[in-house]
Every structure is written in structure tokens, then in C-alpha cells.
T-cell receptor, first 111, second 117 residues
Framework: RKEVEQDPGPFNVPEGATVAFNCTYS??????FFWYRQDCRKEPKLLMS???SGNEDGRFTAQLNRASQYISLLIRDSKLSDSATYLC????????????FGPGTRLSVLP | DAGVIQSPRHEVTEMGQEVTLRCKPI?????LFWYRQTMMRGLELLIY????????DSGMPEDRFSAKMPNASFSTLKIQPSEPRDSAVYFC???????????????FGPGTRLLVL
């Protein structure tokens, strides 16, 4: 089993739709969690960290479920500019930086 | 700040040649990472340094790959000899020193697109 798994998509949604991605991780000792965004032929960039209590940043909401070992990302009122690949990232260490990236979920927002 | 700088941005070489990729991290960042991204395997961590010291190189594919960080502002990833299966995008990333109990954002460079013929 891979350490971090995601549905590769693509998710094709119309503008204004709400879309949700899930990500599962295998290591129950994982310490911290992130969503990164990667545009085509560009580098990954941090979208948001994922906190135990859940967190929101504008149209984006991230949730963590440690018991079931998954994290989610919800995008409301999707825009054309949200089209990208969304990478789930897990840090396996508390005092180190052992980041494992998921394969990514591709989102296309259509006009 | 200019962000993480990588060079070259594109590299085309022939099998058997030596390839050297370069990275300048963001000033003040203590950790530096080398990743490789392919369609088949996604983004894979090759090696990371903390305060110029290699901490985890378990992701380095084989002896043909080597990485150095001679000072806080420069790192190289070398492939010798290169093979077609090394074709990928190689990213360098840096982050501030992790605070105990916390994790820091990684800032990626634009990547080097390597094609080995």
C-alpha cells in the first residue's frame, strides 16, 4: 500500500461548483498534513496546512480525520483559475522533515 | 527575495554523460530538499539536508546519483552516468529550520527538466 493515496481524477466541474478531494495515508504516526497546488509545468506551492480542528481559507476548507487516516479538501464556488493538480502531503516526523507527496488529483474547472 | 533558484531550467543530454543540477535555496533557510517528478512515480524525495548536512538520502535511486551542499547557499545533484530512465523534472525546495513540534512550508524552485537520450 502506498503511503499517501489520492484519486488521480480528473475531476471536471463547471464554474461555481463545489468539489471535494480526499486523501488517505497509511502511517498512523504521521504528524502534519498539507495541501499543495501544482499548475501545469510549474512547481508545487503550498495551498494550506491541515489542522486537527479543520481550517478554512476563503473558498477552501481542509479537514483531518486521524481515526480514519484521511484528509480532505473542499473547494466552494470553483473558479477557472482553480484548475490544477492538488497534492496531498504528509510529514512523517515530528522533529524532522520527512515529507511524502501523494500522486495528486487533477481538477479542471470548465466555463 | 528571488525564491529558490535552479539551473539549468532545461537539460538534454545523451546516455552516459554526466549531469549536474544546481540549486540556490532561499537565504536563511536551513533545510534543502531534492525531488524528482515523473508521470509514473509522481513526486519523490531523493535527499534532504539540514544545516548543510545530509539527513536522509534513502530516496537516492542508486550510486549514480550524488548530492552535495558545500555551503548554506548552494547545492548540487549529480548523475553520472546518466540513463534515459533518469529523464524527469528535478525540483529543489528549501524551508526554514523546523521548530520543535512544528513543520514548515517548503518553497520549491522552478525545476530542471532533464531529458536523457
Amino acid at each position: 500500500r502506498k503511503e499517501v493515496e489520492q484519486d488521480p481524477g480528473p475531476f471536471n466541474v463547471p464554474e461555481g461548483a463545489t468539489v471535494a478531494f480526499n486523501c488517505t495515508y497509511s502511517n498512523s504516526a504521521s504528524q502534519s498534513f498539507f495541501w499543495y497546488r501544482q499548475d501545469c509545468r510549474k512547481e508545487p506551492k503550498l495551498l494550506m496546512s491541515v489542522y486537527s480542528s479543520g481550517n478554512e481559507d476563503g473558498r477552501f476548507t481542509a479537514q483531518l480525520n486521524r481515526a480514519s487516516q484521511y484528509i480532505s479538501l473542499l473547494i466552494r464556488d470553483s473558479k477557472l483559475s482553480d484548475s490544477a493538480t492538488y497534492l496531498c502531503v504528509v510529514n512523517l516526523e515530528n522533529y524532522g522533515q520527512n515529507f511524502v507527496f501523494g500522486p495528486g488529483t487533477r481538477l479542471s474547472v470548465l466555463p | 527575495d528571488a525564491g529558490v533558484i535552479q539551473s539549468p531550467r532545461h537539460e538534454v543530454t545523451e546516455m552516459g554523460q554526466e549531469v549536474t543540477l544546481r540549486c540556490k535555496p532561499i537565504s536563511g533557510h536551513n533545510s534543502l530538499f531534492w525531488y524528482r517528478q515523473t508521470m509514473m512515480r509522481g513526486l519523490e524525495l531523493l535527499i534532504y539536508f539540514n544545516n548543510n548536512v545530509p539527513i536522509d538520502d534513502s530516496g537516492m535511486p542508486e550510486d549514480r546519483f550524488s548530492a552535495k551542499m558545500p555551503n548554506a547557499s548552494f547545492s548540487t545533484l549529480k548523475i553520472q552516468p546518466s540513463e534515459p530512465r533518469d529523464s524527469a523534472v528535478y525540483f529543489c525546495a528549501s524551508s526554514p529550520n523546523p521548530i520543535q513540534g512544528a513543520s514548515e512550508t517548503q518553497y520549491f524552485g522552478p525545476g530542471t527538466r532533464l531529458l536523457v537520450l
